[in-house]
Structure formats: C-alpha cells, structure tokens
C-alpha cells in the first residue's frame, strides 16, 4: 500500500537516516580495504518494521546501482618493526664495577656486566638459577640447564642430564679460569650470581638500569636480536584472521616479502591501568632476520587479503545505502518509479566501502538505491 507523508515528517526521516548510514560510512573508509562481518555481531535477523514505500521527489536524491558480482578486497595495516618486551637481568651479588651500552649485543658467555671486579658473562635458561650448584647437589632441573650452557661453551663433554658430576665440576673450574679466576675462586662451585641469566641467547641491550658503586639493583634491561612485525586490530579484524593467513608486508624501501601471519592476539588482557585492556594486536615472525635487521625499528605496512567464505557472486550496494536500526538490521531505500520503497535486509561482507547483500525481497541488479 503507498501512503503519502507529509514531507516535513520524510525530511525528519531521511536526515535520521543519513546520519546513521554515514557513521557506517566512516567507520567503512577509515581503514584502506577494511574487511568485517558484521552479522556475526548483529545476528541473522533482518528488519520487521519500517518496510514500504512513500512518495517523494527522486529526482533530488543521490542514488546507485544495485550490481552482482563477488566481493574480494584486502586489509592494509599501519605496523612497526619491533624487538620482543625487555626484560631485566636479576640484581647484581655484589658491586658493580662496569657496565654494559645500550644497544650492544651480547653472545653466550659474553660480559654483561663486572661485579667486584669479576666478569659476570651471559647465560641462558627458561629458569632463574636458585641454589649454588657443587658436588653432592640433588638433581635437578637447574643442573640440566648448567651443564648446556657448559656444553655450549665448549667446557662441558658429559651427557647433560639432571645430575651433577665430576665432569660438572671439572667443566666449572675450567669456565672460572677463562673468567681470569685463579687460586681459590677456582673451585668447581656454581653461584647464581656469577652470570647475568637471560631466556636465550644472544640478548640486545636496551637500557641501563644502574649506576656504577650499586649494591643490589638490575644492571640492565635486554631483548633478543630478533625483529618482528606488529600492528594493533580492531576487534572484528582480530575475528577474521588467523594464524597462517597470507600478507605481504612493504618494507620501508618499499620491497615487499611474502608471508604469513605467525598469531593473532585477541587482546582484553588487563594492563593494571583504570581498568584498561590490551588491543587486539597481529604479529608476523621473520626466521630470515637478512631480511629485516638492516632497517631497525621502523615503520612498515601489512597487507592481508581478504575472501569471502562463500565467494558466490551476491547483489552489491555501497555501504552508505544502509540504513541502520538501533536493533542492530539494515535495510535499503529503493527508488520505485517515483517513490521509494524500504526493503529488509541481510548483508553479508563489507569491503572497499561496498557490502554484499544475501537477502533482500524484490531486490535486483540494476535497481537504484539511495545513498548518502
């Protein structure tokens, strides 16, 4: 049935209708190529109030063809390459009587750092060394992971393995001497304060965290040598991807390499401020550093195609042809002759300010629709 409204009431409408489509139309060309699915938030439901047609002036409205075909596009993202999150060494045993550079990288067996005077070298471990290590010691996970750092250095010939042996002590005393000990500080015993223990090997320095003359405090703060790409998501980006989708990611010499996304982190993790959560954030891992250590941190850009689940050619409209309800459907005005019809919709993806449409009654290709 067509009514006829008084045209103050469509105008009220229409702007109400406008203002809600921009907002999607905002929210649409903010990011290049931004792909979501926006029923998965919605629901499937479509719009039961509200359909029909009323008279009005088509002439002085901005219209668009309704068009069929499928709906692929890619999502550019704004990253950065970066090291791991610093971490500090365990306070120093005793003085400190050097320190490290920020920036310097330093292997396994290495100086960190000297304290009274004695070399405190780098080693490696997921575990904080907690007890000295000498003959008659119980096994444990600690030895094991002496006696690789031993091994790795080339002082340790044994089987490594939970037990502390005489190849064990033999191999301390032999470790002591390159650190320039003589007399009784070789000895075969193993303190935890006599190296600066770090998750892997080699580390990065990032800041120097004490003076020269302190007792007790964290020489330094270290990350590994390794860069990686990370870039921030909004919540229905980190719904679409995945770990292992393609991306290309443009260099800042504008080259480009060809990879895969390594995780996506969903975020809503608590950052311990007023109740403030982490963003969703995706990471990309280069097991080629070659290829990436030149540039440092730096600016860079991720590029991650995106396809339809279903790429079955569906009808098309711009996305500023939606008109949004506060319950969260859609719907299109089409031009019928001269008057407009309100027509129920579902929508599918949104691409390149377009959106699919898998349901709408009467809808065809070629039908103008209005947009804002």
């Not at 859609?330 to 027509?343: M, N, P, Q, S, T």
């Amino acid at each position: 049935m067509t009514t006829t409204r008084p045209r103050r009431r469509a105008t009220t409408i229409r702007r109400a209708a406008i203002t809600l489509t921009a907002l999607l139309a905002v929210a649409a060309l903010a990011a290049a190529c931004l792909v979501y699915r926006p029923w998965e938030h919605a629901g499937d439901t479509t719009r039961t109030s509200g359909s029909g047609t009323s008279a009005v002036d088509v002439s002085q409205l901005r219209t668009a063809d309704v068009t069929r075909g499928t709906l692929n596009a890619s999502t550019t993202l704004n990253a950065s390459l970066a090291y791991d999150t610093a971490r500090g060494f365990a306070a120093a045993g005793g003085t400190v009587t050097q320190l490290p550079t920020a920036g310097t990288v330093i292997d396994l067996g290495e100086q960190v750092y000297e304290s009274n005077g004695v070399s405190v070298p780098l080693f490696s471990g997921e575990r904080p060394f907690w007890r000295t290590l000498e003959d008659g010691v119980s096994d444990g996970p600690d030895v094991t992971q002496l006696e690789r750092n031993l091994a790795d250095l080339g002082f340790y010939t044994g089987e490594v393995g939970p037990h502390f042996n005489w190849l064990t002590r033999e191999a301390i005393r032999q470790w002591q001497r390159s650190l320039g000990l003589t007399g009784d500080a070789v000895n075969g015993v193993f303190d935890p304060s006599s190296v600066a223990l770090a998750v892997s090997a080699p580390v990065r320095i990032t800041t120097v965290d004490t003076t020269l003359g302190s007792t007790g405090e964290s020489p330094a703060s270290y990350t590994g040598v390794a860069l990686h790409a990370e870039a921030t998501l909004s919540a229905t980006q980190a719904a679409t991807f995945k770990a292992g989708d393609p991306v290309s990611v443009t260099l800042p010499d504008n080259t480009t390499l060809e990879t895969t996304l390594t995780a996506v982190d969903q975020g809503g993790q608590p950052t311990g401020e007023d109740g403030k959560t982490t963003s969703p954030t995706v990471r990309v891992d280069f097991p080629d550093q070659s290829q990436v250590e030149r540039f440092g941190t730096a600016s860079i850009r991720l590029t991650v195609p995106n396809r339809a689940a279903d790429a079955t050619e569906t009808l098309i409209v711009p996305v500023t042809a939606l008109v949004a309800s506060a319950s969260g459907t859609y719907a299109l005005d089409v031009v019928r002759g001269d008057a407009l019809e309100r027509i129920d919709v579902r929508i599918g993806l949104v691409a390149d300010a377009q959106v699919q449409i898998l349901e709408a009654d009467g809808l065809q290709e070629g039908d103008r629709v209005v947009v804002s």
